[in-house]
């Protein structure tokens, strides 16, 4: 979600590899045709950001017998990509975090297997990307907003922007940070915002304004978020000087929930008219040596429990509905009501030329 989404959550994920249930391991059950214990491990594969409440992986392993490993695997891009390259003998049985923006690479590679989740009825239509053949499953949304740091634009009396065009205006000059397209979830979420805002013949003409205008890039989310931006925890830490930064509509609350004493208010604020509308996906990989629990964890992955739990742990918003939001991600996060959005058969057509062509106009 990237970091789907998704990437906000990197302010608090740990990496790497990590086996998270707790009681009631048991078996996974028993092939009695064969004769041999089937798979009690089932692996999910994911971006750096994937999290999720011990208790509620714990709930899994009771209710099925299978442990749940994640398997981190960096940016959605990056994690996306390995198992194209694995395609056919895949690190794990299910892969959480291909969002729309990369969905046709990962489709047109084949590294998912068809399966239609239960409880699919009650994620609206809309988000469901390949209901023809149910090769994914949506499991969250969000929105790729620019982010500001209220107590840098108080402090000068200036208003912060709250649209794209704000963004070029001389006001904010060397103020905004953006992610490299070719390597970040978000900041690839943010070309593809001004390219649904300017359309293809605009948007490279809006870069060049916004490269006079001295935006800086950087390689990952982590990088713009936790060390150019003024106004994360991360930022004041390594003295970031950038007020404006490409994050979540939902970033704010992570301000609030990990700072020491809580804010009544969140310190940064969401730019509403910058908002690129990002869904997520989890599908079972072509090739998983435990299909069957990778089937019970697409399942569970759409189930009330794991939805309601997953606002506060990954800090996007659940899909289906019959979840219900914790009352800090709704007291301090925004609600996006028109946020830019691109047909996912636009964004394979052009995503690679979009890309190549950023570069040239705002890296050479």
């Avoid at 979600?1 to 009631?24: D, F, P, S, W």
């Avoid at 990056?78 to 194209?84: D, F, G, P, S, Y």
């Avoid at 936790?226 to 979540?248: H, I, T, W």
């Avoid at 009501?337 to 964004?347: H, M, N, R, S, V």
Wanted: net charge neutral; charged share 25%.
């Amino acid at each position: 979600m990237g970091t789907k989404k998704a990437a906000a959550a990197a302010l608090v994920a740990a990496l790497g590899v990590t086996t998270l249930a707790a009681c009631g391991g048991g078996d996974g059950g028993k092939d009695k045709g064969a004769g041999t214990p089937a798979p009690k491990t089932v692996t999910l594969v994911s971006h750096d950001s994937f999290n999720a409440s011990k208790e509620v992986l714990a709930e899994f392993t009771k209710k099925t017998g299978f442990t749940v490993k994640v398997l981190k695997s960096g940016d959605a891009g990056e994690a996306v990509n390995k198992e194209i390259l694995t395609k056919g003998s895949p690190q794990g049985d299910v892969f959480f975090g291909v969002d729309n923006t990369l969905l046709s690479r990962a489709l047109d590679n084949g590294i998912f297997t068809s399966y239609e989740a239960k409880g699919l009825d009650r994620i609206p239509a809309a988000l469901q990307l390949d209901k023809e053949q149910h090769r994914v499953t949506p499991i969250d949304s969000g929105d790729i907003c620019v982010n500001y740091d209220k107590q840098y634009f108080a402090g000068r009396k200036l208003t912060p922007p709250q649209t794209f065009d704000d963004l070029a205006k001389p006001e904010y000059k060397d103020l905004l940070v953006v992610e490299n397209p070719e390597r970040s979830s978000p900041g690839l979420g943010f070309l593809l915002g001004t390219a649904a805002k300017y359309g293809d013949a605009g948007w490279p003409d809006y870069w060049k304004k916004l490269k006079a205008n001295g935006v800086k890039t950087v390689d990952s989310w982590e990088l713009a978020y936790n060390q150019e931006f003024s106004g994360s925890a991360g930022g004041k830490k390594a003295k970031g000087d950038r007020p404006l930064v490409v994050s979540y509509a939902s970033s704010p609350p992570v301000e609030v929930l990990y700072a020491d004493p809580q804010p009544k208010v969140a310190p940064t604020g969401v730019s509403t008219g910058t908002c690129f509308r990002q869904t997520e996906f989890a599908g079972l990989l072509n090739g998983a040596k435990n299909p069957e629990g990778g089937k019970a964890l697409i399942d569970f992955l759409i189930s009330k429990r794991f939805q309601d739990d997953m606002p506060l742990q990954m800090f996007v918003n659940p899909v289906t509905n019959d979840a219900t939001l914790p009352a800090l991600f709704t007291q301090h996060g925004v609600v996006i009501d028109k946020p830019e959005t691109l047909e996912p058969k636009k964004i394979a057509d052009h995503r690679d030329q979009w890309i190549q062509q950023w570069t040239s106009l705002v890296l050479k």
